[in-house]
């Protein structure tokens, strides 16, 4: 065989190697991300509880509730409520958690005077095991729970969100659909999916390159893209007050998402970053300070609306 043929013969098998190596971490990397490790509600419970996050639980009863969205898909949920009372605050938990993780936030927002809805995103806690979409068909689904609470318990009620990580992501990306609420808050909740990616694609030595096939497969096989799960898109226009929160040291969700959230966000905003303080950390660090910024961020927007 002529020598030019057998280095034909090798360059084109590297290179079938090459892409086939491209494809299978490309595959990898999206069945990562769509199908996340799924915890239970009582893993969750135990985890926090052992922590000692759980103070004043004790006043907080909980109802469970199921709740059916447009596509059939069933959530997992529940409500904690006060006599007469007609503020409400819906809590989003992050990837691969489940609603008893944000337990150490509502709590707080329970002694506050607020009634809870806590519910367990798409693909987590005690719901179906399906696809999880980093905050695209989970925007749709909260933009469905705020409908369905203002049905359920009257129009004219007052309504805030809150998010912890790819929860934060989904309160901010459920603002494409204008929905009227008093306030958002996003904990260490990223601005920017495309970036979020490179950074845990830098974390194991794996080139960005292969994030367009990524891209591609999340739209033929999920049904979104990037973009529609980049919350600085669709915060050029919201007007609803916003809130950020965010670790100094947060080395999963990089600070640095705060400020693109920070900049994109249109209407009245507060950013806080907390010392000391890691992916999801800042209440558990920082409770006392970080609640006096929540309560002076609640007194300012009220105090605006009167």
Request: glycine share 6%.
């Amino acid at each position: 065989m002529p020598w030019y043929l057998i280095v034909v013969i090798v360059v084109s098998s590297l290179l079938g190697l090459l892409i086939l190596l491209y494809v299978a971490v490309s595959i990898y990397f999206v069945v990562f991300m769509s199908y996340p490790k799924r915890l239970t509600n009582e893993e969750g419970y135990k985890t926090d509880f052992d922590k000692g996050l759980f103070d004043g639980i004790e006043d907080m009863a909980r109802e469970p509730i199921t709740l059916t969205m447009s596509d059939g898909y069933k959530i997992s949920a529940d409500i904690s409520t006060h006599p007469n009372c007609n503020k409400w605050i819906i809590s989003a938990h992050g990837y691969s958690w489940v609603r008893e993780g944000n337990l150490k936030y509502t709590i707080p927002f329970f002694h506050l005077g607020y009634n809870i809805l806590m519910y367990d995103e798409r693909s987590h806690g005690k719901n179906i095991h399906k696809d999880c979409t980093m905050g695209h068909k989970e925007a749709h689904d909260l933009h469905e729970i705020i409908l369905w609470l203002r049905k359920t318990y009257g129009e004219d009620i007052h309504i805030g969100t809150h998010g912890e990580s790819m929860g934060g992501a989904t309160v901010l990306i459920e603002t494409r659909y204008k929905d009227k609420l008093d306030f958002i808050i996003d904990d260490c909740g990223y601005g920017d999916m495309r970036r979020l990616c490179e950074n845990q694609l830098d974390n194991f030595h794996v080139p960005h390159f292969i994030l367009p096939f990524c891209n591609i497969l999340l739209k033929i096989f999920h049904g979104y893209s990037f973009k529609d799960t980049t919350a600085t898109n669709f915060l050029k226009e919201n007007e609803t007050p916003l809130l950020i929160m965010h670790g100094k040291d947060d080395d999963f969700v990089l600070p640095y998402h705060a400020d693109l959230i920070y900049k994109a966000q249109k209407g009245y905003k507060e950013i806080y970053y907390w010392p000391n303080s890691k992916h999801a950390e800042s209440i558990i660090k920082n409770k006392d300070d970080y609640m006096k910024a929540v309560i002076s961020f609640l007194d300012k927007i009220y105090k605006e609306e009167k």
